[in-house]
């Protein structure tokens, strides 16, 4: 069964974003698709298959059309309808809600991009309920309808089909963390060969960004662990092996994006370091320039005084003036010269 609805954008931003929602039902192993609601709903209630509903779109579009399939408590109607929502885990009369989150950086505009994901899952059936289209999803959709045997993720159970799309989802971070890598990388060059407000301004929205990404993963890896802990026979103990793996990839994530945390405050150390000793040697530059002109101008200042008896002002022809400035340019010598030998200049 698959369904499609219009749904106006009330920003104006764009002009429309298709809703729908599609249904693959596993009996015997083999993943059917385009069935009648009432075939679904009769499957799923009596036990008999695995049934996968994927909503996309506008929950308050889709939810209706779940309902029709599958029995959902109010609390996890109302976790669907909320956009925005932290990472964690709800049951209710026997089914499971958890809500994901998809990350993504965008290099351009150096921000982070955080896009909810929720699964719900029960004797047999899992619900996947998202806003944006997701390229992972759709390649764990066609799997199933081209893996056969101990391939097909959803002809092994619910459990199986249920850590494939949360491992799925999990691995998409990875390429994130790498963009992030380059990206920091760069950025370490910056803050030795540029010390304008543009790096430091870099520095703090990089950060921002980290920290976001990094409240996002920390629960996550929290709810791998209710997985195994809170669903009962749900979840078989062979199953469970799978989920400690997924955990152990989002403490994984986890962990490297609080080692660029680290990094980042260590970068913005090294900046205002940077900035600190660039302006030192400016300091030093000028104080050794007025070093410089503080004995000449005390003697220009002295000769400069206006009287007419001062010696040897009327009578020496114009000498005396020729020998105070190679004087002043004789002092000015010996000081750079005493400079350089102490390693100001």
Not at 175 to 188: A, K, Q, R, S, W
């Amino acid at each position: 069964m698959t369904t499609t609805s219009q749904t106006n954008d009330r920003s104006g931003a764009s002009a429309s974003a298709t809703s729908h929602l599609r249904v693959a039902l596993c009996r015997d192993g083999a993943p059917q698709f385009d069935l009648a609601e009432s075939e679904i709903a009769q499957a799923i209630s009596s036990g008999s298959a695995v049934a996968w509903i994927d909503a996309q779109g506008d929950p308050a579009r889709t939810i209706p059309q779940i309902t029709r399939l599958v029995h959902l408590p109010d609390v996890l109607r109302e976790s669907l309808a909320d956009p925005i929502e932290r990472s964690r885990m709800l049951d209710s009369a026997g089914v499971f809600a958890i809500v994901m989150h998809g990350l993504g950086f965008d290099r351009v505009a150096e921000e982070p991009i955080v896009t909810k994901l929720d699964i719900i899952f029960g004797p047999g059936f899992l619900i996947t309920s998202h806003r944006e289209r997701y390229e992972w999803l759709e390649q764990v959709w066609g799997e199933i309808g081209k893996a056969t045997g101990e391939e097909n993720a959803m002809a092994r159970g619910l459990p199986y089909l249920l850590h494939t799309v949360i491992d799925s989802l999990v691995d998409t971070y990875f390429p994130v963390l790498d963009t992030l890598d380059d990206v920091i990388d760069e950025l370490e060059i910056s803050v030795v060969n540029d010390t304008s407000n543009k790096v430091q301004q870099r520095l703090f929205h990089l950060k921002r960004a980290v920290a976001t990404l990094r409240r996002v993963t920390l629960p996550q890896a929290e709810v791998m662990s209710s997985i195994t802990m809170r669903t009962g026979a749900l979840i078989p103990a062979d199953a469970e092996p799978y989920f400690a793996d997924v955990r152990d990839h989002t403490v994984r994530v986890y962990e490297m994006l609080d080692s660029y945390r680290d990094l980042l405050s260590g970068l913005l150390d090294v900046y205002l370091s940077t900035v600190s000793n660039r302006l030192n040697s400016v300091m030093k530059q000028l104080a050794i320039i007025a070093t410089i002109f503080m004995p000449i101008t005390f003697v220009t200042g002295v000769f400069g005084q206006n009287f007419g008896s001062m010696p040897q002002v009327l009578s020496d022809h114009g000498f005396n003036f020729w020998y105070v400035l190679a004087f002043m340019a004789l002092v000015s010598v010996t000081q750079i010269w005493y400079f350089r030998r102490r390693g100001w200049l």
